[in-house]
Nanobody, 122 residues
Framework: QVQPVESGGGSVQAGGSLRLSCRLS????????MGWFRQVPAREREAVAV???????EYGHFVEGRFTISKDSVRNTVDLQMNALRPEDTAMYYC????????????????WGQGTQVTVTP
């Protein structure tokens, strides 16, 4: 099995930028579908951005062109560049990996990192 390991995150003022990185450790011989998700207390986890089977990039409706996901299949990493951050983007961000192409459906992702906190202040 694989284990996502996140880095990045932190605190930034509204309008600022942050970059999150995720690296897969463990048995990476099989293809893994990767993406970024976020969650705030008492709310369901939601998809931020994923890379699909065909290499397409899909984003949550709230992204509105502000974030960019990129994947390096050789290094088994997926990065999330977040620009124009808003206070409502404050959440714990998780890197997820799946054995199938579940796209934005977080319930299909089996492997999760420990999460990295993103805080956006007004």
């Amino acid at each position: 099995q694989v284990q996502p390991v996140e880095s990045g995150g932190g605190s930034v003022q509204a309008g600022g930028s942050l970059r999150l990185s995720c690296r897969l450790s463990g048995d990476t011989r099989r293809r893994a579908y990767m993406g970024w998700f976020r969650q705030v207390p008492a709310r369901e986890r939601e998809a931020v951005a994923v890379v699909t089977k065909n290499g397409n990039l899909e984003y949550g409706h709230f992204v509105e062109g502000r974030f960019t996901i990129s994947k390096d299949s050789v290094r088994n990493t997926v990065d999330l560049q977040m620009n124009a951050l808003r206070p409502e983007d404050t959440a714990m961000y998780y890197c997820g990996a799946a054995e199938w192409d579940y796209r934005l459906n977080f319930r299909g992702y089996k492997y999760w990192g420990q999460g990295t906190q993103v805080t956006v202040t007004p």
